[in-house]
Each structure stands twice: as C-alpha cells, then as structure tokens.
C-alpha cells in the first residue's frame, strides 16, 4: 500500500478574531476551541497522528509566520515547513505541496486540511478520512462534505451525485454560498453537504490535473522544483511563486475535473468562524461562561473570555472581572481590549476597517 | 488679619474605583473627573492657590503613598507632606497638621478640605470658602453643608439651626446617613445639608477643643511636637501615632463641641463615589461616551472607558474597542481589566471582597 502524506495549509490570515488575530498571530495559531491552550493548528496535526506520521506531514505557510508554525509543532521537520513568499490562494499551495511530496515518493496518497477547524469526534473524522483515501484508488480527488445541521450562507456546497462504493457519491457539482432561501432548500434537500475543503488524491493524479486544467501552475512548479538543493529552492521559489496563478483549488480544479468524489461526513465539524463559535465549542462553567480559570465573573451568564496577553505582570497574575454582565465577548490582548456582544461578534470588521482607514497597522 | 493654612486630607484608601484605585494608588491620585488628566488631589490643591499659596498647604497621607503624593503635587514643600505611618482616622490627621501649623503660626487659621472631590463651580466654592473663614471669629468650628439635590442615603447630613451673620448657620445637629424616607424628608425639609467633610477653624481653637474632647490625642500630639528636629519628629511620630486615639473629626469634636456653624454651599459639589459618578462628571462624545480619545467606540452609548496602562507598549499605541454595547463601564489598567454596567458600578465591590478572599493582594 502507498505511504499517506498530510498537507496542512496554514497560511491564512483573517480578522474575525480579532484583536486575538493578527498578521503576526492569524486565527489556526489561536487556542480557539480548547481548554488546553492548544492552538488550532497543533490540534489539526495532532488528531491525524494515528495516521500520519510528524516526517509526512507537510505545513504550508507564509513566510512570516514559519518561524510561529515551528514552534507551535516541534514535531514536525523544518524541512516539512514551506513558506510562501506571497500568498497565491489554495492551486498554487496545494500544487507546490503535492510536488515536494510526488519528488520524494512517486506512489504518495497526500490529504490536504484545513488548519483552523474545530472537530468534535476524532475517530469518526479519521473513519472518514480513511474511506475518502480509499476511494482515491478509483477517483481523481475525493473530498469530505459535511452533513449540514443548519441553513449556513457562509459555506459552500457540494451536491452529491450517484452513490458509488460505501459511503462514497460522485460530486454532481459544486454550489456557492447560497442565500437563505436556496440555504434552506439545500438543507431539506439530503443531497447537500458543506464544502469543507478536504482534499484526498494520488500526488501523482493531483499532478496530472495540474497539467490539464492549470498549466501555467503546473510549469511554474516544475521550475521550482528542478532547483536541486534546498537554498537553490527557496530562491527560485521566491521567484517563482509570485508569478503563479492566484486561484482556489476548488475553481481550478474541482469544479473542471471528472471523477471528483465525495464522502459525506458528520463529526462535530466546525469551521470556527467568530467568537460566537468559538463561544460555542469551548468548555463553559455553570453559568454558561467560557473563561481562563483566574478570571472573576460575578453575576455575569453566557459571556466569553479570552485573556491573550503575553507581556510579564511584576505582580503576577493577571485578572479580568465582569461583574453583571450578560453574553459578551472580551478578548484581552497586550495592547487592545475589545468588548463586544457575542451574537454580534462579526462586527470586530467594523473595528478592523477603522483601524484600517487611520493607518494603525500594528494594531491589525 | 492672619494668616490661612490649608489642610488636604489625602491618606484615604477605599475601593469603589478598583481597579483604578489600589493600595498604592488610591482615588485621589486618578484623573477620575478631568479631561486633562489631572489627579483628583491636583484639582483639589488647584482650586484653593488663589486663597493660600503652597508654603501654607499642608497635605496628610499615608507614609507609602507621600512619594507619589509628592510627584502629583510638585509645588508644594517637601516638609508640608506628613505621613501618616497608620491610618488613624480624622481625628489625629486633623490633629497634628493643626499642632504643626500651630507652632510655626499661632493666628493661624485652617481649613481641612478633602483631597478627592469634585467641585463644578470654582468660585462659588472660594466664595463660600471665605464666608467659612470669616465665620471662624465667632465660632469654634465651620463647616461647609451642600444643599442636597437629590434624596441621597450615603452621606451624613447636617441640619441647620438658627440664622447668625450672613450665610452662616448655628448646627442644630449631625445626623448619620438616612434611610430612603428620611433622606426624601431631608430633601423636602429646606433645613438639612449635605456633611461635605470641610472644616474652618482658627488653629488655637482647635487645640482646645482637642484638648478637651479628646485628651489622649491632646497629650500624644504634644509628644509629637516635643520633639525638635525633622529626623526626631519622624521617630517619634512612628512610635506615638499609632497611639493614638482613632476616632473622626464628626464624632470627636463636632458632635460634642459646643458654637459650631455650618455655612450652606450650591457649587456642583460631588465626592466622585463611584465609576457612575466619574461619568457623570466626565466631558461625553456626542454619544454619551466618556472615553480617552484612543478609543474606539462603535455603536456603542454611554459608556465609560477608562485606561490607566502604563507600561510600554512597543508597538506604539493601545486600543480599548466598544462595539455594540451600551451603559458600561470598562477600565483597563497594566494587570486589570473590568466590564460593569454603569449604574452597577458600586458592585465592584463584590471583585475586590472575593479577591481578598483568594488572598490576591497584589490586585488590591
């Protein structure tokens, strides 16, 4: 059987989590979803140890933030880390990913994830992930759709087609986000799953497709990846990478190639997409709060805490109090306090945008 | 004519502005009713320059709190600063700045005025001020009455007795804090006046009426004053000060001596008793908001944001960002940060007593 590589992609950037996210700190760097303070990425790596290898997992990045990513996952080889010089969209990562691997191993089966999501059960996620690697013998990508639980517009969909082998369906085709009518629609429907952006392939079939449908991609690559030694490589990659096609996995290949699959899977999936579901996926006391164990809440119900600062406290700890408060969010960090309420939580834009037009970069 | 000593009572303690306020930082040291920035003390210290230059301002506070009282006031000598080694409630406060003031000034005559209120009108307040002193002549002890304006429970009230000179009344007698139906009689009689905790006196009276209300004081003071030089004076003031008899000013003297007026004052006078207060007295944006002009406030109304960080944020300035929420108050200092409705506000309380409880006395 061939060997399995994982691909996380980990270059993304956002700001609905800010002040937590930042450009030097994005939202899979964040402990969004844990009680351990594990970071999201860290989370994503660890919960496909059981079938993944630390030497087979590859962590696509930016530049500046490769240094972060080391050291949120020690295990894993610098060697595994690339850094994108410019950010390119998903084709270009996932492209480059697949060539180090295919160089290094020509029979490679390769997963790619997110490195930002939340996942409630973990063995049903990698029950899921072994039937979709299965399926890749027969299929030229295959990935996971979600089984929605509610009317989502912010996701994409995957309408599923034919029933293949077990749990396995053709993908009839690929839906943007819907509004809420068509979202409602989608749901009734059973034949609707979320996009959740996992990819399962051969690295020698993603390279195929590469060739086909993306050949500008595809020739970049191959430049790179003739530079033979490893400080030859990052030089041409810092050359060639800002002149690939910026375009998404999804459009540039998914939605033109034939025999695309997809498994339906249920696991507590979350694309953790605000403080309000940041709220909802961790641990709360009694009184429905999500807080670091040292903050007071008093006659306070239903808020989330997020204390982020780093910086040393001569005094010691550090405290946030709320005292009768309902449903908030507070997100502490070193130099920004933000107070919002939880249901309102996308509203942090608002805060981004004016930062944004005052020029206080470093506050973004 | 003689010459007018004044007395800043400035040792207090208290909690009703935590985490703005703390041990080593108490209310009258924060900026909590001025747009400048300037501590209560500093206004308090300000408002009376054009009655009584510095040399003659005496200011009483605890013994770890005179450097940074020093650092507030700059103008003031160094030897006009006494530190209390405990706090010994008015009585001995009022007691040995009036020995000291005595024995450089026998004509003296004093006023004792609070370091952490809050005064709208600054000449109405000097005006009354000069009808205390005059009054001083005729009677052992003047005080200041507010005229209420609202049926307040938490001060203690004075009721007015007969007409004397102009704007000046016998004390009929102090009365304690009311309970709400008292207070609203208080409010409707015409005869009660808020306690503002001002006095006038000629320092010679003073010592008499120490000498014989409260004796032991009498006798420790004069210990104190026995001793000659700075150095000695020091010693012997941390031997017999906490000796002495602790007791106030109200309880000691006024309720017991006899020709005590109080002259009725109409200033936009407040003792700046909570967060709610310091908002109330705080400059507001068009929406209601008393914030630092940093902050960012985005549908938000009628919040108070108050931020005492101090340390160096290497990336220039901080952030304090409202978004979508109303009647707060958030207050941001280095180690704290505090979220409670406004009109709560005196339930910040409740945080202080439970981290006593914990035994977090840095947070104190």
Redesign the interface.
């Known amino acids: 059987m061939s060997d399995l590589y994982a691909v996380i992609m980990a270059g993304g950037a956002g700001t609905r989590f800010w002040?937590a996210s930042r450009n030097h700190r994005p939202k899979q760097l964040l402990p969004l979803a844990s009680a351990t303070g594990e970071p999201l990425v860290a989370t994503s790596v660890r919960r496909i140890l059981p079938l993944c290898p630390p030497e087979r997992i590859y962590v696509v990045t930016a530049e500046h933030l490769t240094a972060a990513m080391q050291a949120a996952l020690p295990g894993i080889p610098a060697e595994n880390f690339l850094s994108e010089p410019v950010p390119r969209n998903t084709a270009p990562c996932i492209g480059w990913a697949n060539a180090e691997i295919l160089a290094r191993d020509p029979d490679a089966k390769v997963m790619v994830l997110a490195s930002d999501h939340f996942i409630a059960d973990e063995d049903g996620f990698r029950r899921t992930v072994e039937t979709a690697l299965a399926a890749t013998d027969a299929w030229n990508v295959v990935t996971i759709g979600i089984t929605p639980t509610r009317p989502e517009t912010g996701y994409g969909y995957i309408e599923k087609g034919k029933a293949a082998s077990d749990g396995v369906y053709a993908v009839e085709r690929f839906v943007e986000k819907p509004n809420n009518e068509r979202a409602l629609e989608y749901l009734a429907s059973g034949h609707h799953l979320w996009n959740s952006g996992m990819f399962f392939f051969k690295a020698s079939a993603m390279a195929r497709l590469i060739g086909s449908h993306l050949p500008a991609l595809g020739e970049g690559l191959d430049v790179m990846m003739r530079a033979p030694a490893a400080a030859a490589r990052r030089e041409t990659v810092r050359r060639v990478f800002p002149e690939l096609p910026s375009i998404s996995i999804d459009h540039g290949i998914m939605e033109r190639a034939q025999r695309i699959a997809v498994v339906p899977g249920n696991f507590g999936w979350s694309d953790v997409g605000s403080w309000q579901s940041s709220w909802e996926l961790s641990e709360k006391d009694a009184s429905d709060n999500a807080a670091p164990s040292g903050a007071?809440l008093?006659?306070s119900r239903g808020n989330l805490v997020s204390d982020l600062r780093t910086?040393a406290?001569p005094?010691?700890?550090?405290?946030?109090?709320?005292?009768?408060?309902d449903n908030?969010a507070?997100v502490?960090t070193?130099?920004?306090?933000?107070?919002?309420?939880r249901d309102?939580a996308q509203?942090?834009r608002?805060?981004v945008e004016?930062?944004k037009s005052q020029g206080?970069l470093?506050?973004l």
């Not at 070193?334 to 309420?341: E, F, Q, S, W, Y």
């Open positions: 002040p007071i008093i006659e910086a406290d005094a010691g700890d550090r405290v946030i109090a709320l005292i009768g408060v908030l507070v502490v070193d130099d920004v306090v933000l107070v919002i309420p309102k509203d942090v608002k805060a004016l930062l206080a470093t506050k």
